[in-house]
């Protein structure tokens, strides 16, 4: 089983969105961030900030996931990342701070 997230990146003026999925989402977000794919989407419309992101247990439930917001409408991506981030920060960090305490859960079991 190998775990999964999706993620939203968006650009310091917050005009474009972009959703993707991943299993090594700290390992992603760098290489978006360092613009390792130089003519990739992200890279060509600077969208380096991290504005929401899910974790899953199994990668096909991330791609579901993926699927279904990149079916939904921009208001409906919006509302998503209002829901949880409304002042869009940048949510590199807690990446880290979730990996912290799931390893701490799991070696406590």
């Known amino acids: 089983m190998k775990a999964g997230f999706i993620y939203i990146m968006t650009n310091?003026?917050?005009t474009t969105l972009y959703t993707g999925v991943t299993s090594n989402l700290p390992k992603?977000?760098?290489?978006h961030k360092?613009?390792?794919?130089?003519?990739?989407?992200?890279?060509?419309?600077k969208l380096y900030i991290?504005?929401?992101w899910e974790a899953f247990q199994e990668i096909?439930?991330?791609?579901a996931r993926e699927k279904q917001i990149k079916a939904g409408s921009?208001?409906?991506k919006l509302d998503l990342i209002n829901s949880i981030n409304p002042e869009w920060n940048?949510?590199?960090d807690t990446i880290?701070?979730?990996f912290e305490i799931a390893s701490s859960l799991r070696s406590s079991q």
Do not use: C, H, P
Request: charged content about 25%; proline content about 0%; aromatic content about 20%.
């Open 12 to 14: 310091k003026n917050y």
């Open 28 to 31: 992603r977000i760098q290489q």
């Open 34 to 45: 360092e613009a390792y794919y130089s003519q990739s989407f992200t890279s060509r419309y």
């Open 50 to 52: 991290l504005v929401y």
């Open 60 to 63: 096909g439930d991330a791609i």
């Open 74 to 76: 921009r208001q409906k």
């Open 90 to 92: 940048d949510l590199t």
């Open 96 to 98: 880290q701070m979730f």
